[in-house]
């Protein structure tokens, strides 16, 4: 799922980062540790079987993803930009091609990623549909660049809190954006926060109700890449402090 390229560049921006792990009384160089880790994020089998394909240890495994998954976390800001890298008015003629909706820099929504039941706190993060996982909110533009996420709640928050209590949130009340965002019914209606309405009435509330869902049909399509991309996001085995370092890295990746 990357080009050699790709892992070099990685190598290239890690490499300060993680150069330490070993296995067995050998130092594994950097290349290597980045290639375990992108295999155990990428694949999403155990351990073992990510060890057993590298010819290492399932704890050097841990190690590896532990260290290459801290390594990402430090460069979240500088992936994840929140609206985007692009000019704002780039961003807005994007949203406004998929349905007309003008003036909006980003679709939210949030996911469950599904974890084993966490040994401190375990009834917080089973979620409505009954199983454990992490609530994350997750924001993007028309080219599904994620540009921004929150991955920090347990499975049984609700998106209206989540969004509610992000530093995004903050940042759109004190005006330092100029634009919407759209959500579903699952996040209250604001000023710069546009969820569609209840009941809408034919004539421009059922449009309006059109362009927003088939604007925010951008955010669902794209949590559907990054789960197919990070095949271990199905289902992550660690603490819940790991999980959400491990979905912070594969939203930068
Ligand atoms: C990760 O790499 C750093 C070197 O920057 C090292 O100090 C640390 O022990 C490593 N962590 C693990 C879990 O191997
Ligand atoms: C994970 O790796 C195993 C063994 O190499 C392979 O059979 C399986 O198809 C891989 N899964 C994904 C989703 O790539």
């Known amino acids: 799922r990357f080009s050699a390229q790709s892992i070099i560049y990685l190598d290239n921006i890690l490499r300060p980062y993680i150069t330490h792990v070993t296995h067995r009384g050998h130092a594994l160089s950097s290349l290597h540790i980045i290639c375990i880790a992108l295999r155990f994020l990428a694949n999403g089998s155990f351990l073992y079987n990510i060890g057993d394909a590298e010819h290492v240890s399932k704890a050097?495994?841990?190690?590896?993803?532990?260290?290459?998954?801290?390594?990402?976390?430090?460069?979240?800001?500088?992936?994840?930009?929140?609206?985007?890298?692009?000019?704002?008015?780039?961003?807005?003629?994007?949203?406004?091609?998929?349905?007309?909706?003008?003036g909006v820099i980003g679709c939210t929504d949030g996911t469950h990623i599904p974890i084993i039941a966490p040994s401190v706190n375990e009834g917080d993060y089973v979620n409505r549909k009954s199983f454990h996982s992490i609530k994350v909110q997750i924001i993007c533009d028309a080219a599904n660049i994620i540009t921004n996420v929150e991955a920090k709640w347990p499975g049984?928050?609700?998106?209206?809190?989540?969004?509610?209590?992000?530093?995004?949130?903050?940042?759109?009340?004190?005006?330092?954006?100029?634009?919407?965002?759209?959500?579903?019914?699952?996040?209250?209606?604001?000023?710069?926060?546009?969820?569609?309405?209840?009941?809408?009435?034919?004539?421009?509330?059922?449009?309006?109700?059109?362009?927003?869902?088939?604007?925010?049909?951008?955010?669902?399509?794209?949590?559907?890449?990054?789960?197919?991309?990070f095949q271990c996001l199905q289902r992550l085995r660690v603490t819940p402090e790991r999980a959400c370092d491990i979905i912070v890295a594969c939203v930068i990746l």
């Open 60 to 102: 050097t495994v841990c190690r590896a993803v532990r260290n290459v998954t801290v390594a990402l976390k430090r460069l979240l800001y500088s992936f994840v930009v929140f609206p985007g890298h692009r000019p704002t008015r780039f961003i807005k003629e994007g949203c406004h091609k998929i349905a007309g909706f003008p």
């Open 156 to 229: 049984s928050v609700h998106d209206s809190q989540i969004f509610r209590e992000c530093t995004l949130s903050t940042k759109f009340g004190h005006g330092e954006f100029t634009g919407y965002l759209l959500g579903d019914r699952g996040y209250p209606c604001l000023p710069y926060l546009l969820t569609p309405y209840p009941d809408p009435e034919p004539g421009p509330q059922q449009r309006y109700n059109l362009a927003n869902c088939r604007t925010r049909a951008r955010i669902e399509m794209t949590i559907g890449m990054l789960k197919a991309r």
